[in-house]
């Protein structure tokens, strides 16, 4: 079966405008996770998606930082007037939340985005 | 104030040997702990995990090991082959934060052949 995908796989813009990256999820995952992987660092949590609930935003870096998940499945991660720290691996992940190996997380493939 | 932590930022162990990679986490309410492997250019992969009823896990050359007193996990990968190269981060969570999984920052091994 399909994984979960995320496109762009690179995006490159100039400091001050706006991305979209999206992210499409293993279908009857009800969960969605997004995560950003800066250069040399660990997976730092962004947002987290479940089902109907509010997302949990603790993670997003600034009000720059946006997202949104559509009938529960596909997710837009949006940044507006993006800055060169932004710069970075954004990775989508999701899982069937529940119990054991259920919270597994399988990973997109990330967008590597680069603003100069 | 980092819950999940992994202090060697690179093991570089021979083909054939053990690798063992650590982690520390500091909350004790997490009751699940996964290694994920993430080669370059690709999103990471689940490889093993272990949830805190037990202290071993074991699948194939790969075994994680759980010391709650300590909290502490690690990851014993033996015998060590080349296409074990990739880095490994391991993650926790507790089931009243489900799904919302502390990720630490990674350990590059490095098998030579």
């Known amino acids: 079966g399909a994984g979960v995908s995320q496109s762009p796989s690179n995006k490159v813009t100039e400091k001050g405008k706006d991305v979209e990256l999206r992210c499409d999820p293993i279908?009857?995952?009800?969960?969605l996770y997004w995560y950003r992987q800066s250069l040399g660092q660990g997976l730092e949590f962004l947002i987290y998606f479940q089902g109907n609930s509010a997302p949990d935003k603790s993670g997003l870096p600034s009000d720059r930082f946006s997202a949104e998940r559509t009938g529960g499945s596909v997710s837009t991660l949006t940044i507006q007037r993006t800055q060169q720290e932004d710069s970075a691996v954004y990775l989508c992940?999701?899982?069937?939340?529940?119990?054991?190996?259920?919270?597994?997380?399988?990973f997109g493939p990330g967008t590597r985005l680069l603003v100069l | 104030d980092q819950q999940v932590k992994q202090n060697s930022p690179s093991l570089s162990v021979q083909e054939g040997r053990i690798s063992i990679l650590n982690c520390d986490y500091t909350n004790s309410m997490f009751d699940y702990f996964l290694w994920y492997k993430k080669y370059p250019a690709e999103g990471p992969t689940f490889l093993i995990s272990?949830?805190?009823?037990?202290d071993k896990n074991e699948d194939g050359r790969f075994t994680v090991f759980l010391n709650k007193s300590a909290k502490h996990l690690s990851l014993h990968i033996v015998p060590s082959q080349p296409g074990d190269s990739a880095v490994y981060f391991c993650a926790a969570l507790y089931n009243t934060n489900a799904g919302k999984s502390t990720f630490g920052d990674g350990t590059t091994l490095t098998v030579k052949p």
């Open positions: 272990i949830s805190s009823i037990k």
């Open positions: 279908s009857g995952h009800t969960a």
């Open positions: 992940a999701s899982s069937r939340p529940g119990q054991g190996t259920e919270e597994t997380q399988y």
